[in-house]
């Protein structure tokens, strides 16, 4: 008996797009929205909406340290873990496996 993974691969938004200051917001049909963030030449797909409350990251600053804050409380989350990095956040963000194919990130939505 195993529950194997599904993986399901989803073409979110062009690298030319996403900046290194902000995150790219991704709106989705009947989910929560998803955040692309970039740091150098890497990519990264959160969610978008903060553990702590109803903000939208993709409207917070990127750190070049790999730290996303809240725009809300000022909270901060490493875009790479989904770790929550100061207070008030304390609880992990969502993250999803990235890969970059022809100049667009896509995202693993991995839905059993
Ligand atoms: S809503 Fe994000 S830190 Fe409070």
Redesign the pocket.
Known sequence: MGCAEKEIWVKLISCDEVEEDFGAKIERNGAPPLAVFRLGAEFFVTDDT?T??E?SLCDGEVFPNGEVS?P????TFDIRSGAPCKY??SVPIKIYKVRVIDGFVWADLEQA
Do not use: L
Request: proline share 9%.
């Open positions: 903060c702590h409350g903000a809240c809300y409380h000022g909270g008030p956040c």
